[in-house]
């Protein structure tokens, strides 16, 4: 069980997630654009971040990159959760210090479950 | 035209042929993420369906979620497939060559896919060579998805206690990759047409397996940019790719 934010702007999307999160007792916490995102990397006794990278206003490598760069939370687990999966987006989030990569459609939702059990420690 | 404005023709020409090779590749990704987004949620809530997460359902109504779940799997393969391709064919021209440890690479490839062989009940034996293999200069993540490409069909088309056997062997001056599976094989008159874009065999389609048919057209593209040669040996038995490379 688990503090988790998802920065998601599919909100159809973000809802499907944040429930089957919940069903595996985890915390949700949501953001639907950049810049709700930027803000809510801070909030308290968060254990994971699940970041899609296409957003409005800051992107996914934005965010990751903000919090690879804030002391406090440089550490968290950040899993990519996006659509977008070309060798040059994967490298850049990787280099900016993604932990883990999903494209989204080729997982289920309980398969990124058993993934994010296997990221938080 | 003397030759100064011929060279300028041309040129310009080789601009205009650029840019349009790099709008059709923005609108393909483009496109893709887009599709990806709707497939994504439609695979989320048949599996949802299927699952009972939302009540029960009708032993018909299972039967039809089931395909529309296939269907949908269908088309986010053909998304996958049709993004590799467009990456290989707009990498083909400037491939990063190095010289790469195809041991290893292979290696790392069959791990990719223990989950899967575990799932389905299938052994890969690696007959490692037991002379030393040359590195071999060729671009490296274009070499994996070949391998991919013929591991995965190899899996996809053997059934439970069935094996996998991936070899490599020195030939002069070039290195040979085998994926041999006992699988349905590739019926005799259609196996010319197995390299064919979107080509499907008639016994796969059959089998209800997921292809876009795109694969092996990527794979042998791959190949042959790098002066490769790829053919296969095929019976009812079972189905032998080979890869041929050159060292340099």
Known sequence: ?121 | MNTTEEFDALKKENENLKNSIAVKSDLISISAHQLRTSLSALKWIFRMFLDKEVGSITSEQDGLLQKAYQSNERMITLVNDMLTLSHVEDSALKFKMEEVDILNLTEETLFEFSGETHKKNIEIIFIKPSEAIPLVTCDKEMVRVVLQNLIENAIKYSVSGDKVFCSLHNKENSLEISIRDTGIGIPKEEQESIFNKFFRAANAKAKEEIGSGLGLYTVKNIVEHHKGKIWFESSSEGTTFFVVLPIK
Do not use: C, W
Not at chain 1, 41 to 58: A, Q, R, T, Y
Not at chain 1, 83 to 88: H, Q
Not at chain 1, 104 to 112: A, P
């Open chain 1, 1 to 121: 069980m688990a503090k988790i934010l998802i920065i998601e702007d599919d909100t159809f999307l973000q809802g499907l997630e944040t429930a089957k999160l919940q069903k595996y007792g985890h915390t949700v916490v949501t953001a639907s654009s950049g810049e709700e995102g930027m803000e809510k990397i801070n909030e308290l006794g968060l254990e994971l971040v699940l970041l899609d990278l296409v957003l409005p206003k800051f992107d996914g490598f934005e965010i990751l990159k903000k919090i690879r760069e804030t002391e406090a939370i440089k550490a968290l687990p950040v899993l990519v959760f996006s659509n977008l999966s070309e060798d040059a987006d994967v490298k850049k989030a990787e280099s900016l210090g993604a932990t883990d990569f999903m494209v989204k459609s080729n997982f289920t939702l309980d398969e990124l479950a058993e993934k994010i059990k296997s990221l938080i420690k």
